[in-house]
């Protein structure tokens, strides 16, 4: 059986190779918590077992033996993730340090008892993916919070930072796997303006980085969802609810028709550019960012 | 107050949104009597003009357009300004019988000012186009006032807005009240607690209740103006009273709406399906991202084929026929005045005021195309399409409008501008106008360019229109970086139905855009030209010899380094009063009997050269009427300084970069 320490570099390369190709001994230095030199040395080990391949001065990555071996461990992580939650009822910030531990110790049989235990789960209580016993992992075409624009619906797939802190900070925030969020806005600085159950709430480039999500298609949202008037498709109908953005463009949103009740019909949206949009009688062209302030909510235009 | 005999003098104010046809109704009213200056202490155009009827003389006032009388913009604040302290006899609002819900909503502010309100329902017959009926009757008795349909484009209707306004004003003033909205006990009661705060305090000019509403909107305006005026308690508790009304101003629009949706309930009959058929039709290609460029580019072309080729051989046929002519003359025959006359007379008069006025057929002709371009609703499709780009220079697609203008002349260009409403995106758009190659520009860069290059002449020229709007989007990007601090414009506009034009209406307006530059330019360009001529003919009696050509001189060592002698420099220096200057110069310094110019140019500048000074020529400071145009429009010379600095260091720039990188090649 493989060391703890082995398995733990293992681990943490794999995960580092999904952003970082091939990975750098000072990323995974950070990582770990430990000293350069420390990780020189332990992948001299590594390379010598022939579970990376090491370029100098570039980093390193796993050979196929490295990435099964790691995937195996990741597999085994996230296993006891979820036995420690949905068995024993562990909170979900606590339970990271613990499978940590645990992963190490762990047989091929035991691994197999506690996959039939838990209905053979597909993620993790974070919402990562636990990989089969073939080292096979479900693909996810997610990706990081971060890169949605404004006017983009997403489901929160997994939180990639497993930190009790962070954990406890978006769930405060009410964000879990499986959230839905509209993304409304985001600033120069990335920082993103989402709304989540009605509520509006800021967010830092920093934590939606790790935050990995799908986009949801807006279609599928129910009917009484407010939305940016940006995310109108041409033809689509929608009715105005509130405002987002200062008093300044309030007056002549009013004085042009964009009253809160009245009927708003798409008539040219490209994605990007000005929106045309058909407000009592007249079509009125509205830069993207003023049509994204506009919160309305799309009615079927049959009804 | 009016009742004294039958011959009297009215005020009939003109109001309506943009694109409704005022500009066409007000035309029509008043024909050529027409006084075009700028409201007071802003720059905005007014125009008034007389219309005589039945012994009645009515001075109609033209309001600028706006969709409302809450203070968003400078228009809006001149509009219910005037309405409130001038008080004219009878407002007339001009309404689009094809969008009514909409401009009615106009009316409802009005209401609130001035019980003697005509309505003119102008483009009833592109309503009825579109399905939309208007009962007027109902609409009359709905709103208890008259109501008027007509189709100021064929000059329908208008007999009658006339008869209705000379009987409005015969009505005594207590007549029958126009209706009104209802704004709710909640509402009204919000505007009876900040009257109580505003008691003391003097409202004027405005109408205590009046003000006291708009305060409840949130009127930027009115607001800072009670502010100052208010004992600093009272200032604290309208504060605070007023923290959580945010939502005011929503119900009040709102409630207007609704009393609109009332109002036509009964008079508006309205379609089942396919409305705006043929506007709809036109902008699925006009509105697209990249089908309305190539709309748009097949206009420009076909703009500027209008444009050069009827103006250019109109322009060269006044030059050499008339102006031409004129010196001969005045050298050839004119031998009994002293020479400084003659050369006066010659070169200093006809040579720079006249030359420019050889240019006026070509910029009439393209205030013309663009007039036609506005007068049937398209100017408003091209903000659309241009927005996205002019986005990136943090302006936004209005801007495009005066920049396209300013391919005819930087002049309009920069007093076209007026249409920007954000004070930000207009300064800048001013500041990038004069980077755009005017007409004359491109006159001096099509000889020069012939006379180097030949055949390749086409290339170089479209080389330096390309290369010149290159600089202009970087010079955007920069200023908008760090002289505005990347502020953005918000693009917010009514596209109006297509329309069929009124010639009568984009003649009067090309008129008076032309009379305007004249105005503008004229003057200028006369002292200009006189202060050139006297520094290129004193002391020594020629060019060569006076005070120019030591200036010429003295910047030989500049000019070394753009690969440039002192006559060229001499030739910038001069296209100051105009940039077809540039030429004539050259022909008096350069043109011996013997060769013409073109072959002597030919003899004297490398190709390096060449393009260092077509690049020196283009981006050179902008001309005298431009110049005077920036300080008129910015209000002081600050910005036109700037402008005079900043592209004195570019064209310098650029050529001495080109020269030097052109030569190693």
């Given at each position: 059986m493989r060391s703890e320490r082995v398995e733990e570099y293992l681990e943490a390369i794999s995960k580092r190779q999904k952003t970082e190709m091939p990975v750098s001994t000072s990323s995974l230095a950070g990582d770990l918590g430990v000293s350069l030199p420390a990780v020189t040395d332990m992948i001299r080990r590594l390379e010598g077992e022939k579970l990376i391949n090491y370029e100098p001065n570039r980093g390193v990555s796993l050979t196929a033996k490295g990435?099964?071996?790691?995937?195996?461990?990741?597999?085994?992580?996230?296993?006891?993730?979820?036995?420690?939650?949905?068995?024993?009822?562990?909170?979900?910030?606590?339970?990271?340090?613990?499978?940590?531990?645990?992963?190490?110790?762990?047989?091929?049989?035991?691994?197999?008892?506690?996959?039939?235990?838990?209905?053979?789960a597909d993620t993790c209580p974070h919402g990562n993916p636990i990989p089969d016993k073939d080292g096979h992992v479900k693909e996810q075409d997610a990706r990081p919070l971060s890169e949605f624009e404004g006017g983009q619906r997403a489901r929160i797939s997994a939180v990639a930072k497993e930190e009790g802190r962070f954990l406890r900070k978006i769930e405060k925030l009410g964000l879990k796997p499986n959230s839905v969020v509209n993304v409304l806005r985001k600033d120069d600085d990335g920082t993103l303006e989402l709304k989540l159950d009605g509520q509006q709430l800021r967010l830092d480039k920093a934590t939606a980085d790790y935050l990995m999500a799908t986009s949801v298609s807006p279609s599928n949202e129910a009917p009484e969802e407010e939305i940016p008037m940006s995310m109108l498709r041409t033809g689509e109908v929608g009715v105005l609810k509130s405002y987002f953005g200062g008093r300044g463009m309030l007056g002549r949103c009013l004085s042009l028709g964009f009253t809160p009740g009245s009927t708003v019909k798409m008539v040219e949206n490209f994605g990007s550019g000005p929106v045309l949009a058909k407000v009592h009688d007249a079509d009125v062209a509205l830069g993207r960012g003023m049509a994204s302030k506009i919160m309305v909510t799309r009615i079927n235009p049959e009804c | 107050m009016l009742e004294k005999s039958d011959k009297k003098t009215i005020v009939v104010a003109l109001a309506?949104?943009?694109?409704?046809?005022?500009?066409?109704?007000?035309?029509?009213?008043?024909?050529?009597?027409?006084?075009?200056?700028?409201?007071?202490?802003?720059?905005?155009?007014?125009?008034?003009?007389?219309?005589?009827?039945n012994g009645l003389t009515i001075q109609l006032v033209d309001l600028p357009g706006t969709y409302s009388l809450t203070a968003n913009s400078v228009e809006e604040q001149i509009a219910r300004d005037y309405l409130i302290t001038e008080k004219p006899d009878v407002v007339v609002a001009l309404l689009n019988a094809a969008s009514l819900d909409r401009h009615l909503y106009l009316v409802t502010e009005l209401m609130e000012l001035t019980p003697r309100l005509i309505v003119a329902l102008n483009m009833v017959d592109v309503a009825r186009q579109e399905g939309m009926n208007v009962d007027v009757k109902a609409l009359e008795s709905a709103l208890h006032m008259p109501v008027v349909p007509m189709v100021a484009s064929k000059n329908r209707g208008l007999k009658e807005l006339v008869e209705a306004i000379a009987q409005k004003c015969n009505q005594p003033a207590d007549s029958p009240a126009v209706g009104h909205v209802e704004y709710g006990s909640e509402i009204s009661s919000d505007i009876t607690h900040i009257e109580g705060l505003l008691a003391d305090a003097d409202t004027s000019p405005y109408p205590r209740h009046w003000a006291a509403m708009k305060i409840l909107e949130g009127d930027s305006q009115i607001n800072k103006l009670l502010h100052d005026r208010l004992p600093p308690d009272r200032q604290a508790a309208l504060a605070s009273f007023l923290s959580d009304k945010e939502s005011a101003a929503i119900t009040l629009a709102g409630l207007r709406f609704d009393w609109v949706k009332n109002v036509l309930a009964s008079a508006q009959e309205k379609p089942t399906a396919g409305r705006h058929s043929f506007t709809k039709r036109i902008d699925h290609a006009a509105t697209h991202p990249i089908w309305g460029l190539a709309v748009l580019a097949a206009v420009m072309i076909l703009v500027f084929g209008v444009v050069y080729g009827i103006g250019v051989p109109v322009q060269h046929f006044l030059e050499v026929s008339l102006i031409e002519r004129l010196q001969a003359l005045v050298f050839d025959h004119a031998h009994f005045m002293p020479g400084w006359?003659?050369?006066?007379?010659?070169?200093?008069?006809?040579?720079?005021?006249?030359?420019?006025?050889?240019?006026?057929?070509?910029?009439?002709?393209?205030?013309?195309?663009?007039?036609?371009?506005?007068?049937?609703?398209?100017?408003?499709?091209?903000?659309?399409?241009?927005?996205?780009?002019?986005?990136?220079?943090?302006?936004?697609?209005?801007?495009?409008?005066?920049?396209?203008?300013?391919?005819?002349?930087?002049?309009?260009?920069?007093?076209?501008?007026?249409?920007?409403?954000?004070?930000?995106?207009?300064?800048?758009?001013?500041?990038?106008?004069?980077?755009?190659?005017?007409?004359?520009?491109?006159?001096?860069?099509?000889?020069?360019?012939?006379?180097?290059?030949?055949?390749?002449?086409?290339?170089?020229?479209?080389?330096?229109?390309?290369?010149?709007?290159a600089i202009l989007a970087v010079s955007g990007l920069l200023m908008n970086r760090f002289i505005f601090q990347g502020e953005r414009a918000v693009l917010m506009m009514e596209l109006p139905l297509y329309h069929e034009p009124n010639p009568r209406t984009i003649g009067m307006v090309s008129w008076q855009r032309t009379i305007a530059f004249i105005k503008r330019a004229g003057t200028l360009i006369l002292a200009v030209s006189i202060i050139i001529w006297f520094l290129s003919y004193f002391p020594s009696g020629?060019?060569?010899?006076?005070?120019?050509?030591?200036?010429?001189?003295?910047?030989?060592?500049?000019?070394?380094?753009?690969?440039l002698n002192w006559q060229l420099m001499v030739a910038l220096l001069t296209s100051f009063v105009a940039k077809e200057n540039t030429i004539a110069t050259l022909g008096v310094l350069l043109g011996r009997e013997t060769t013409g110019l073109s072959q002597t140019l030919k003899g004297m500048l490398t190709p390096a050269a060449a393009i260092a000074f077509l690049v020196a020529q283009v981006f050179f400071v902008p001309c005298v009427a431009t110049v005077s145009a920036i300080r008129h429009e910015t209000g002081g010379w600050r910005w036109a300084a700037f402008s005079v600095g900043f592209q004195l260091i570019l064209s310098f720039a650029l050529a001495i970069v080109i020269f030097q990188i052109a030569r190693l090649v």
């Open positions: 990435s099964r071996a790691a995937l195996t461990t990741i597999r085994r992580h996230r296993l006891w993730e979820r036995f420690l939650t949905d068995i024993l009822g562990l909170r979900w910030d606590k339970v990271h340090d613990a499978a940590c531990r645990l992963e190490h110790a762990v047989t091929p049989d035991l691994e197999n008892g506690l996959a039939s235990l838990l209905n053979y | 309506g949104a943009p694109n409704v046809g005022k500009s066409t109704v007000f035309n029509l009213l008043t024909g050529l009597s027409q006084h075009v200056g700028n409201w007071p202490g802003k720059t905005v155009e007014q125009k008034t003009g007389i219309v005589r009827y006359l003659q050369s006066f007379l010659g070169n200093g008069l006809l040579g720079g005021v006249g030359t420019v006025l050889t240019f006026l057929p070509i910029l009439f002709l393209f205030f013309v195309t663009w007039g036609f371009l506005e007068d049937v609703g398209y100017t408003a499709r091209v903000a659309f399409v241009t927005d996205r780009f002019m986005h990136s220079l943090g302006l936004h697609g209005k801007s495009c409008l005066p920049l396209l203008l300013g391919f005819g002349c930087n002049v309009p260009a920069v007093m076209g501008t007026r249409v920007i409403e954000s004070k930000r995106a207009r300064l800048l758009t001013i500041l990038l106008a004069p980077l755009i190659p005017c007409s004359a520009r491109m006159a001096v860069i099509g000889v020069i360019a012939a006379a180097i290059f030949g055949g390749q002449a086409i290339l170089v020229t479209a080389g330096i229109i390309v290369f010149s709007l020629n060019i060569e010899g006076s005070i120019l050509g030591h200036i010429g001189r003295g910047l030989e060592p500049l000019g070394k380094l753009m690969g």
